[in-house]
């Protein structure tokens, strides 16, 4: 009985663990990309048949129920202005071109053509050559400055290959000493990868390498693919928030069993195709678990109120997850509600600390300067001084400044200006 209970509990395990495996693909990959993610684990299995749901469901993505009560109003507006920025690549670097990485206007002059040569991917490939030959400039100066690039968001931006954008993430991630050593060795012989597998940190190695970006522009690659919407919440007719599954785009399996399982060859594969119709159930439950997390912590914004502080640990300590594993679930996906087509990542906004979202600073500093004295405008001291008294937090007066140019409110010598004017 002991030895049955057992054989039993390896084959639970076991099928488990090919769930697992099949299931992380599926959950990263965006609704879109879906029937892609799932394409190694059905050509080599005969016994599966894939049909697509986006043939007949292409032209309908969004149901009109869930954008039928969107309301327009001026609080609104400001709350998305602040909570729901769809910004680009450019838009974020831009905002990096300054101090303290970029302080001189030589530096800045760099890291703007840095920027503008851009590959599809984020990799630099500028003429460098041309570039410091009109401008003046050395090479050995251009480099000093385009390797700063190791300090800014995303990181590996900036790099001329793969193996420096490594690098560049390496710097930027959290590694014992020993394994970094490693790792750099590793990064710059990557087609001998596996050749280093006994060595003492070979696993710690692999782990950081795997949650690197490649390329290193991804997060920003999905806008201009045709986005599909894993999650609809919309209210009912009761008016109750109500969480949809976007189910309808996705493939359907069907398992021929008509090989009969007599031959041990088509009994695995039948096997193998049960556990890709679980990795897909675990997929939809995992996903439509986040959804419901999301309203409950984000209830506010869907009844017209701002995006409040929620962490990726937050939702992995209730679903028993790493966050690793819940960045996965909401990288790619998107939410369609009556306030448009979300992001997921857009309810994980940036906390300042556990209480305060830089929305909730944002709005507070639009407040300030709409009361301050027009005759004596507050200076970013003075902004970083009530802000930090009003929230109980540490800031330093650059994030003010940024957030000041985020939302096109000039400086305080400037507004002077301005108000003088009677603009």
């Not at 300054?98 to 630099?124: M, R």
């Not at 300067?369 to 970013?380: H, I, T």
Request: charged share 25%.
């Amino acid at each position: 009985m002991g030895a049955l209970r057992q054989t039993q509990g390896v084959e639970t395990k076991h099928k488990l663990s090919n769930t697992l495996r099949n299931w992380l693909p599926i959950l990263q990959s965006s609704l879109s990309d879906l029937g892609e993610a799932m394409a190694p684990f059905v050509v080599a299995n005969p016994v599966i048949e894939v049909k697509s749901g986006f043939e007949e469901n292409f032209e309908k993505k969004i149901p009109r129920k869930v954008i039928s009560r969107a309301v327009s109003n001026s609080r609104t507006e400001q709350i998305e202005a602040l909570t729901i920025q769809h910004k680009s690549l450019y838009d974020v670097l831009d905002e990096q071109l300054g101090s303290p990485l970029f302080p001189t206007p030589i530096s800045q002059e760099i890291a703007s053509f840095v920027v503008a040569n851009l590959d599809d991917f984020g990799y630099y490939e500028g003429d460098t050559e041309a570039f410091c030959q009109k401008n003046g400039i050395q090479i050995e100066m251009f480099e000093k400055v385009r390797l700063r690039f190791l300090h800014v968001e995303p990181v590996g931006i900036g790099a001329k290959d793969l193996a420096e954008s490594f690098l560049f993430q390496l710097d930027n991630s959290e590694i014992s000493d020993k394994a970094y050593t490693l790792c750099v060795r590793i990064i710059n012989d990557m087609q001998n990868i596996y050749s280093y597998s006994k060595e003492t940190y070979f696993s710690e190695v692999m782990h950081v390498l795997s949650s690197f970006k490649n390329p290193p522009n991804i997060e920003y690659q999905e806008e201009s693919a045709q986005i599909i919407p894993d999650l609809m919440i919309y209210f009912n007719d009761e008016q109750q928030i109500e969480v949809k599954l976007n189910d309808a785009y996705y493939p359907i399996i069907n398992i021929d069993t008509a090989y009969g399982v007599t031959h041990e060859f088509v009994t695995q594969k039948i096997k193998e195709a049960k556990s890709l119709v679980d990795a897909l159930d675990m997929r939809k439950a995992t996903l439509y678990k986040v959804g419901l997390m999301i309203v409950e912590y984000q209830y506010d914004f869907f009844m017209g109120g701002q995006i409040m502080p929620l962490t990726l640990k937050t939702l992995a300590d209730e679903f028993g997850h790493n966050p690793s594993t819940i960045s996965r679930a909401i990288a790619n996906k998107y939410i369609a509600c009556d306030r448009g087509l979300l992001a997921m990542k857009e309810f994980f906004t940036t906390a300042i600390d556990e209480d305060v979202s830089n929305a909730a600073i944002k709005e507070y500093l639009i407040g300030l300067v709409k009361q301050e004295n027009r005759q004596k405008p507050f200076s970013d001291m003075k902004l970083l001084d009530l802000i930090q008294d009003k929230f109980k937090v540490k800031m330093v007066r650059r994030t003010i400044a940024k957030y000041r140019k985020q939302l096109n409110i000039a400086g305080s010598s400037e507004r002077k200006k301005l108000y003088q004017l009677g603009v």
